[in-house]
């Protein structure tokens, strides 16, 4: 708070100047925390209001004072009514705290408002950077463009994924034709594989973002492998909703699951391999040297592989969906994709939930 | 006739079964013990390679789509040979698979590292090995090359 000096001085007429200059220190340090509307016209109001007050009681002074004229009762006069206004000015000071951390609360409260809907808002991959979330260390102020062009793509992706799901619960309770069901299936499918076209597209412009499922809620990233989901643990999800299966189809997912789960295993050592040789890049020559450029650029060029495991996992997170539609009669399929839909909705809603659970105060 | 190739995890010095021909064989040390890499400058015993193995897997040295590969092959029994080319080499050797693969379909034009050729014949790179194997293809396919005994 400024603590410019305020004068005191005996003299009446500039005593009633004295708590009004401590009034506006009052509203200048608050004016400066930024918070504009609401606080400035309350600061105004209160200061309205004590200015009234304060003209009351200066008016109020000179009356008593006529009275004691005598030379004797004088001193007594000034020091009762500096007492009076300094008893004012205090009461005054107290108000104006008061009002000024009532501001700092309701400040704080939508501080904290804000803060929820800008998560849900990322969540939802509408807000470029999410630099409130603490998984975002350091800048989030550069804005690559191809990722921010993918997340906004993704938000239209998910709406459409919405109303695909409504539209395949619909279709399977209205009993429609095989035929028709088809078409609903074949379009459920291609949006994964746009999905899966644009996350390709998004790796080159940041394959890191891609394998951190940034663009995901954080119930989703939870089961992050390789930048999306592993489809042997889809597949164990859908499975059971499928019911029921014919003998062939059975040993035909079994099968399906156990290629999902090696590609997986090779794909995981290919990540692990990646990881030695990226950290035996980095670590090269001596530790502690403090110049490190070479290194750093070797280190570089092995970074070019993420993007291949990236795609090389939507790939396999494809063929998988492909070879299910293959296994699977139209009725069936329409219902796992149903259910697959559901459940990342499922994921979603957690996030939410968990996002905006109640907290205590920090 | 398609030998049946020591796995180099028992072998840590290379040496043995890979080694064709006139060994100018530069066998380089492989920081991965389970990799059983041969380097050779005389890139003609590509060809005889590719004829001589069931599968043979032809990847750029430290590549790890060329482990990827390698590790689905092993995960499903086989014992896959794999061909670690030096950069300086790459050319060299892309033309003569090219060479090898002319005889056949040339639908495949230059073949992309990482490379399989089953049965003296190019396969694919690993999209194609996951897909075939997604879709229960693979399997079958390794038996008729002779990679795979039941």
């Not at chain 1, 009532?102 to 904290?112: A, I, P």
């Not at chain 1, 800048?139 to 793509?153: D, Q, R, Y």
């Not at chain 1, 699951?257 to 090269?284: F, H, N, P």
Request: glycine share 8%; hydrophobic share 40%.
């Amino acid at each position: 708070m400024n603590s410019s000096s305020t004068h005191f001085v005996t003299s009446r007429r500039i005593g009633i100047y004295e708590p009004l200059h401590q009034i506006s220190t009052w509203g200048e340090s608050f004016k400066t925390n930024g918070c504009p509307n609401t606080s400035a016209s309350t600061i105004a109001e209160l200061e309205a209001k004590l200015d009234n007050q304060s003209e009351d009681t200066s008016h109020g002074t000179p009356g008593p004072s006529e009275k004691y004229d005598q030379e004797a009762t004088k001193p007594v006069d000034k020091v009762q009514r500096r007492l009076a206004q300094n008893r004012e000015a205090a009461r005054k000071s107290r108000l104006r705290k008061k009002a000024y951390v009532q501001e700092l609360e309701s400040s704080r409260v939508k501080l904290m408002q804000l803060e929820q809907e800008l998560e849900r808002a990322r969540q939802q991959g509408l807000y470029i950077g999410g630099g409130l979330d603490a998984g975002h260390l350091g800048f989030s102020g550069a804005v690559n463009s191809g990722i921010a062009a993918f997340e906004m793509e993704y938000g239209h992706w998910v709406e459409e994924q919405s109303s695909q799901i409504c539209e395949l619960r619909t279709a399977l309770h209205a009993h429609i034709s095989d035929v028709e069901l088809r078409i609903l299936v074949e379009t459920a499918m291609n949006h994964y594989f746009n999905l899966f076209r644009m996350k390709a597209t998004a790796a080159k412009a940041d394959v890191f973002y891609m394998m951190s499922g940034m663009w995901k809620t954080s119930a989703e990233r939870f089961f992050l492998w390789i930048g999306g989901f592993r489809p042997s643990e889809l597949l164990k999800v859908l499975v059971p909703q499928l019911d029921p299966l014919t003998d062939q189809q059975i040993l035909d997912v079994c099968n399906l699951r156990q290629s999902c789960q090696q590609a997986e295993d090779a794909l995981t050592q290919g990540m692990e391999k990646l990881q030695q040789i990226l950290a035996e890049a980095v670590a090269a020559g001596q530790l502690g040297e403090g110049s490190y450029i070479p290194q750093l650029a070797t280190a570089l060029e092995k970074l070019e592989a993420v993007v291949s495991f990236v795609n090389q996992a939507d790939h396999l997170r494809q063929e998988t969906l492909q070879q299910m539609a293959r296994i699977l009669t139209v009725r069936q399929a329409a219902r796992g994709l149903l259910a697959l839909g559901e459940y990342f909705q499922r994921l979603r809603a957690l996030s939410s939930l968990w996002a905006t659970r109640p907290r205590e105060p920090a | 006739m398609h030998q049946a190739l020591p796995y180099r995890t028992w072998v840590p010095t290379t040496g043995g079964g890979n080694s064709v021909g006139p060994s100018s064989a530069t066998i380089e040390p492989s920081d991965d013990p389970m990799n059983p890499g041969v380097g050779m400058k005389d890139v003609t015993c590509v060809k005889k390679m590719v004829s001589e193995n069931a599968v043979i897997v032809f990847g750029r040295r430290g590549c790890c789509m060329c482990h990827v590969v390698m590790r689905l092959l092993l995960g499903l029994g086989v014992n896959p040979t794999v061909f670690e080319v030096d950069e300086e080499d790459e050319a060299a050797v892309v033309d003569e698979l090219s060479r090898v693969i002319a005889g056949e379909d040339a639908k495949e034009g230059r073949p992309q590292f990482p490379a399989v050729f089953m049965g003296g014949q190019l396969f694919g790179g690993l999209e194609r090995v996951m897909a075939t194997h997604i879709s229960g293809e693979l399997v079958p396919i390794l038996k008729k090359a002779g990679a795979l005994w039941l």
